[in-house]
């Protein structure tokens, strides 16, 4: 017995001392608190005569060989060196300032190195928003090469990339890789549904990428990565207000116990009296995002988001109003009302280090209502002279059901990897639109107000369903080459049920119509080495007409599916021993059948097809760190968009005539986009920032005739910030901005009609100022 017994409290030995010998520890990112897997951990004890690694999980977590130091190393974040005393270590790791090889997700919907994506895409990271402290989403998304994201105030907005200024839906926005609107379902100003306090990253996809996500995805894919559970538990609140009455609230936290873990953040912002007259608006947002590990390889994620948004719409000004710096609005009664509810669950698990799989079901529900100003129009006889105004109110409202699977495989053979997928999204949707008469005051040119006469212009349902299937395969032929090809079918089915009688519609009571495309892809990277590299690419998009482009009473032409084709190369060089950073793009893009607004005699707009036009145009992005201290920015874009074939139909004086615009450059379509910034962080004063900005819009013209011209704007801002990392204050944050510093008067868009020119007036200068608490415990 005696011996049994020395024998186990042998065995309890060895036990304790292989548990000794090893050390444990869970690493995170600086700023979000989340946990960091593919942490590559490593021995830099120099007295070990062999170094041993180990790569952290998915919870962050890590065991090594015991040992006095410890060097921690990612892709996107800067490593860090530290000592150990203990038998547990938690380390923060920071996200790289310079990010000589950032890991996206948005190219495959898994992360990857940018080098191995042969596309135009770039990050704003959470470096750069948690610096920044922006009131709007358009003040982080201009930092991107090739992006004008064009504010329109309260939270409103246009956009160009690799197109002209546009509210046609030619881009994809998307949260967390699921599209915000179904396809069919289009709203230019989409992006007021993103809850801006809840975003960690944003990527951005430069040129089609309906390959892998379907139509709209033609100028490009906006993807917002929104922030999961933090490690232990973490939380944040801040307060910030501007000189014209903006005032916002903004809350986070989480925690993460066991297998569980879950994540909560919003804002509530308000903003009354504001700069502009009638432009009052409210937003309430809120994200909710747990994690459930049934084991190391299977995981559950639920989110939900809901925002709301109501705002006065002031729309834009006459020249003499803007010139003058008179911002009244020429009414006082349009108005915009936005409810969004999104939510979804996804199940991954990875079947091995080669296979992956996940399933995601997710809901929408989207109630828009509005009396838009832009509909607000005058009637005038063949002479121009006024008649009578009138306009209408609408509201629009879907549900979406819908279901999106991905799976990978990794082979040996070639190192290649396969990737399917296949998405099902059933959005029935209404809509209704009354016409109103409008009342104005014409000598003052001031609408005073209305009559809701109760006459539908339009009532109808739409049964609408988008599927899809697609595939993506990559090889390696060599080590340096990476090919990539992938192919998409997609098929875009209306059911159109009309409501008002067939006395008073053009349409059927009942139609039904389909829209349907295989979408290709390939291309290929090389890699150069030591951070070196280039790519090509072609690609084709489509965009099917919208549900106002096919049954709304406003459009009496019909419109029919539009398809891109893009041939694309690039490439990326660090220099100056890795402290300078280029990445350049130089596309092609040529549209059949574009669908894009044309000014009619009576000052609307009617949907058109173009015959054919073409966007060509250079990117490029410069990033350098003379000194750690020290960082330099600039990106660009220079681009020609032009129409190849298009014409129309004028009437002067009863008599009707062809206009031809071959050639002639596309109306507000910019040849320069250039934003700069440079940051200063003292190593002698710990937390603090500084940067200074300038953003140039170049001149672009106004009509399709390229006879008038807006001559563009540059905007300079000044951000300061400092975190305090003092024992007794640490946490708390504070910061100081100013937009449009030099208080420059300058419109962010410009349009021209038959009569006049008309200016979305830019804010003058603004003064934000913001404080902020943030704590985390592992």
């Known amino acids: 017995m005696k011996r049994y017994y020395l024998s186990f409290i042998f065995f309890l030995s060895l036990i304790s001392n292989a548990y000794c010998q090893q050390l444990t520890g869970i690493v995170t990112d600086a700023i979000t608190h989340e946990p960091l897997p593919g942490v590559t951990v490593t021995?830099?004890?120099?007295?070990?005569?062999?170094?041993?690694?180990?790569?952290?999980?998915?919870?962050?977590?890590?065991?090594?060989?015991?040992?006095?130091?410890?060097?921690?190393?990612?892709?996107?974040?800067?490593?860090?060196?530290?000592?150990?005393?203990?038998?547990?270590?938690?380390?923060?790791?920071?996200?790289?300032?310079?990010?000589?090889?950032?890991?996206?997700?948005?190219?495959?919907?898994?992360?990857?190195?940018?080098?191995?994506?042969?596309?135009?895409?770039?990050?704003?990271?959470?470096?750069?928003?948690?610096?920044?402290?922006?009131?709007?989403?358009?003040?982080?998304?201009?930092?991107?090469?090739?992006?004008?994201?064009?504010?329109?105030?309260?939270?409103?907005?246009?956009?160009?990339?690799?197109?002209?200024?546009?509210?046609?839906?030619?881009?994809?926005?998307?949260?967390?890789?699921?599209?915000?609107?179904?396809?069919?379902?289009?709203?230019?100003?989409?992006?007021?549904?993103?809850?801006?306090?809840?975003?960690?990253?944003?990527?951005?996809?430069?040129?089609?990428?309906?390959?892998?996500?379907?139509?709209n995805a033609i100028g490009g894919a906006v993807n917002f990565i929104t922030q999961g559970p933090p490690q232990g538990y973490s939380g944040y609140v801040a307060l910030?207000?501007?000189?014209?009455?903006?005032?916002?609230?903004?809350?986070?936290?989480?925690?993460?116990?066991?297998?569980?873990?879950?994540?909560?953040?919003?804002?509530?912002?308000?903003?009354?009296?504001?700069?502009?007259?009638?432009?009052?608006?409210?937003?309430?947002?809120?994200?909710?995002?747990?994690?459930?590990?049934?084991?190391?390889?299977?995981?559950?994620?639920?989110?939900?988001?809901?925002?709301?948004l109501y705002t006065e719409t002031a729309g834009s000004l006459d020249s003499i109003r803007f010139y003058s710096k008179k911002y009244g609005s020429n009414q006082e009664f349009s108005y915009r009302e936005v409810k969004a509810t999104r939510a979804s669950t996804r199940l991954e698990h990875h079947w091995s280090d080669r296979n992956y799989t996940f399933i995601t079901a997710f809901f929408r529900s989207n109630v828009t209502g509005q009396l838009p100003n832009y509909y607000i129009s005058d009637v005038r006889n063949s002479s121009g002279q006024y008649l009578s105004s009138n306009g209408q109110i609408n509201e629009q409202s879907l549900k979406s059901y819908g279901l999106l699977t991905q799976h990978r495989s990794d082979f040996s053979f070639l190192n290649s990897k396969l990737i399917v997928g296949a998405s099902v999204d059933n959005s029935p949707s209404k809509y209704f639109a009354k016409y109103l008469s409008i009342k104005k005051d014409v000598a003052n040119n001031y609408y005073t107000g209305y009559t809701n006469t109760d006459s539908l212009i339009d009532n109808y349902k739409i049964k609408l369903l988008n599927t899809a299937v697609y595939a993506h395969y990559e090889f390696k032929p060599v080590d340096a080459l990476r090919i990539v090809t992938g192919l998409r079918y997609d098929r875009v089915y209306y059911n159109f049920n009309n409501s008002?009688?067939?006395?008073?519609?053009?349409?059927?009571?009942?139609?039904?119509?389909?829209?349907?495309?295989?979408?290709?892809?390939?291309?290929?990277?090389?890699?150069?080495?030591?951070?070196?590299?280039?790519?090509?690419?072609?690609?084709?998009?489509?965009?099917?007409?919208?549900?106002?482009?096919?049954?709304?009473?406003?459009?009496?032409?019909?419109?029919?599916?539009a398809s891109f084709y893009n041939y694309e190369v690039g490439g990326w060089l660090s220099a100056l021993n890795k402290k300078m950073y280029l990445e350049l793009s130089v596309y092609d893009l040529e549209g059949r059948n574009e669908i894009i607004s044309v000014l009619q005699p009576d000052n609307t707009t009617q949907n058109e097809n173009a015959g054919a036009t073409r966007h060509r145009g250079i990117e490029y992005g410069l990033t350098y760190l003379p000194v750690n201290q020290l960082a330099f920015r600039f990106s660009g874009t220079n681009a020609w968009h032009t129409y190849v074939n298009f014409s129309t139909i004028q009437t002067v004086g009863g008599k009707s005539s062809t206009v031809y615009y071959d050639g002639?450059?596309?109306?507000?379509?910019?040849?320069?986009?250039?934003?700069?910034?440079?940051?200063?962080?003292?190593?002698?004063l710990q937390g603090f920032r500084s940067s200074f900005e300038w953003q140039h819009i170049g001149p672009y013209y106004k009509d399709n005739a390229n006879t008038r011209r807006y001559e563009g704007y540059d905007v300079f801002n000044l951000r300061l910030g400092y975190d305090l990392h003092q024992t007794a204050l640490k946490g708390i944050g504070v910061w100081f901005n100013v937009i449009n510093l030099t208080n420059r008067l300058y419109a962010t868009?410009?349009?021209?009609?038959?009569?006049?020119?008309?200016?979305?007036?830019?804010?003058?200068r603004t003064y934000t100022v913001g404080i902020s608490y943030s704590f985390a415990k592992h």
């Open 43 to 215: 021995s830099a004890d120099s007295a070990q005569s062999t170094k041993v690694s180990a790569v952290t999980d998915r919870r962050g977590m890590f065991v090594i060989k015991k040992s006095t130091a410890l060097k921690f190393a990612m892709i996107g974040y800067e490593s860090k060196k530290m000592q150990v005393t203990g038998n547990n270590v938690y380390v923060a790791l920071q996200p790289s300032s310079l990010n000589l090889q950032q890991v996206v997700v948005s190219a495959s919907r898994e992360g990857q190195a940018r080098q191995d994506a042969p596309i135009a895409i770039s990050k704003i990271s959470s470096v750069q928003i948690n610096d920044t402290k922006a009131t709007a989403i358009y003040q982080l998304l201009n930092k991107v090469p090739g992006v004008n994201m064009v504010n329109l105030n309260s939270e409103q907005h246009m956009m160009q990339i690799r197109q002209p200024i546009t509210t046609k839906a030619l881009y994809l926005y998307l949260e967390d890789g699921l599209p915000i609107r179904p396809t069919g379902i289009f709203q230019h100003n989409a992006l007021y549904e993103i809850n801006i306090a809840a975003v960690k990253d944003i990527e951005v996809i430069k040129g089609p990428a309906s390959s892998l996500y379907g139509s």
């Open 240 to 308: 910030q207000g501007d000189n014209y009455h903006y005032r916002r609230a903004d809350a986070s936290g989480g925690f993460t116990a066991g297998k569980f873990g879950l994540f909560v953040g919003g804002y509530i912002a308000d903003q009354k009296n504001g700069w502009q007259d009638y432009s009052d608006f409210r937003k309430r947002s809120i994200n909710i995002n747990t994690t459930y590990d049934f084991s190391s390889a299977t995981r559950l994620t639920t989110q939900a988001s809901y925002n709301y």
């Open 500 to 561: 008002l009688p067939a006395n008073r519609t053009k349409y059927k009571q009942q139609q039904k119509n389909s829209f349907n495309i295989i979408a290709p892809k390939a291309g290929f990277t090389y890699d150069l080495g030591n951070n070196n590299g280039f790519y090509g690419n072609f690609s084709v998009g489509f965009q099917p007409p919208e549900t106002g482009d096919l049954y709304s009473s406003r459009q009496t032409r019909p419109v029919d599916q």
């Open 664 to 684: 002639n450059r596309m109306i507000n379509a910019p040849a320069w986009i250039a934003n700069s910034e440079v940051t200063y962080k003292p190593a002698y």
């Open 749 to 764: 868009n410009v349009t021209s009609s038959t009569y006049s020119d008309t200016y979305y007036a830019a804010p003058p």
